[in-house]
């Protein structure tokens, strides 16, 4: 079964854009990437889909139920994480968690304690006293403490130091194996490279890209710098090259080719020092732009 399936999905505020005609399926059990700048569409599409916002044409379905008509049924197998938690001031984090399991009618004590043992969230804690990072620990604990079967998680790293956001991702890999759908929004490639199998690149709110991780990371350019001398001549592969004589004659260039070939290019060079990395978000979806402006 798929557990997300939009057709033609199209939200417009007014006269702005929101999404257009926004085609998606994921299925049951997948873990899968949504990936875009700030403003491309991402929140708008999981608003949609939770019924906070109507479309304005379209359709979309979580586990075959109408996600306006069936919304109450919709949410009871959805853990949400909004790009930003927000909390009632004068509340202490167990008393949020509370909050939060009692309106799913549930006993979430025991989860919601592991949760916090991981993620070293302190329970007594007031919410007003937190810094971001741990709001937005609190917010995952209320997402995951049901053990929803669909999680839909929205920028959920913001805040979260390294090895913080490693023990939440170690979580989600763990409610994946149990049998959750992930739907991950984020404008962080490496996070949906790392941790999705297929993802969905929208830009302007639309669907530019959907393909498996590997398959759209193949596309995917490299950034590299190097210092020293080095003919780039008849490789293929080389875009946006910058000269960059302030940092000692170095040059920097995108490269989408065959990396054999350029360690062989780079070897004929004199080169003091090399930095091979990935883009920055901007050049990643440049290039998917103008494939599909083609």
Avoid: W
Avoid at 54 to 80: A, V
Avoid at 102 to 110: A, T, V
């Amino acid at each position: 079964m798929e557990a997300i399936k939009t057709m033609n999905l199209t939200k417009y505020y007014g006269k702005s854009r929101g999404v257009v005609k926004l085609n998606l399926s994921v299925e049951e059990g997948e873990v899968f990437g949504f990936i875009g700048p700030n403003g491309a569409g991402k929140s708008t599409t999981i608003r949609m889909l939770l019924g906070l916002i109507s479309p304005t044409s379209g359709r979309g379905r979580i586990f075959g139920k109408h996600i306006g008509r069936e919304k109450k049924e919709i949410l009871r197998n959805i853990g949400y994480l909004p790009s930003e938690a927000l909390f009632y001031p004068g509340m202490r984090v167990r008393d949020v968690l509370k909050l939060s399991a009692d309106l799913r009618q549930m006993d979430c004590k025991d989860v919601a304690k592991r949760l916090c043992d991981r993620l070293q969230l302190d329970p007594s804690r007031k919410v007003d006293e937190l810094s971001f990072g741990n709001r937005k620990k609190v917010g995952i604990v209320c997402a995951l403490q049901s053990c929803p079967k669909l999680l839909i998680l929205d920028e959920p790293t913001g805040g979260l130091d390294p090895l913080m956001q490693r023990a939440f991702f170690e979580i989600v890999r763990e409610r994946n194996r149990d049998g959750a759908t992930v739907f991950l929004s984020s404008h962080v490639l490496s996070e949906i490279q790392h941790n999705c199998t297929r993802a969905a690149i929208i830009r302007e709110g639309k669907i530019i890209a959907c393909d498996s991780v590997d398959a759209l990371a193949k596309n995917n350019a490299r950034r590299v710098t190097v210092y020293g001398s080095v003919d780039l001549s008849g490789l293929d592969g080389v875009r946006d090259v910058r000269d960059r004589a302030e940092g000692g004659g170095a040059v920097s260039f995108l490269y989408s080719g065959d990396m054999n070939l350029l360690l062989k290019a780079l070897a004929r060079g004199r080169i003091s020092d090399i930095s091979i990395s990935e883009p920055d978000l901007e050049e990643v979806f440049m290039h998917y732009y103008e494939e599909d402006r083609k």
